[in-house]
C-alpha cells in the first residue's frame, strides 16, 4: 500500500470552524502528542491509519502554526504545538469520522 504521508502540504486554514489541509479534508489532533511537545507519539502502525499533515520544502509557519521534525527527518504542521494530521478514512471535505476515537483522537479547531 503506497503511503499517503508523501504528500506534502502548504499552511493549514479554517474551513467551518475547523484545521482543514488545503484539499479541505479535516484534521487533528492525538492526545499522545502531549507527552513530548514538539515530537508526534503517532509512528509505527498509527501511521497506516493517520497520515502526518508533512510541510513543502522552505515553507515557513506563521501566528500559532508551527514545524516539527518527526523522526524520519520530515516536517510536519502543528498547531499551537500539537501536531497535525488526517484520517484515512476521511475522504470528502467536512468528513469528521476519526473525531473521538479511541477519545484521544480529536477534530482541530482554531
Partial sequence: MASASLVLFAQPKVM?????DSSGLTLYVFDNDATVPGKSACTGVC??????????????????????TRDDG???????GKPLY?????????????????????????
Fill in 47 to 68: 501511521l497506516n491509519m493517520w497520515t502526518p499533515l508533512l510541510a513543502e520544502s522552505g515553507v515557513k509557519a506563521a501566528g500559532d502554526y508551527s514545524l516539527i
Fill in 74 to 80: 520530515k516536517r510536519q504542521w502543528a498547531y499551537k
Fill in 16 to 20: 467551518n470552524g475547523v484545521l482543514t
Fill in 86 to 110: 488526517r484520517w484515512y478514512n476521511d475522504k470528502k471535505p467536512g468528513d469528521q469520522d476519526g473525531d473521538g476515537l479511541r477519545r484521544v483522537w480529536h477534530v482541530a479547531k482554531p
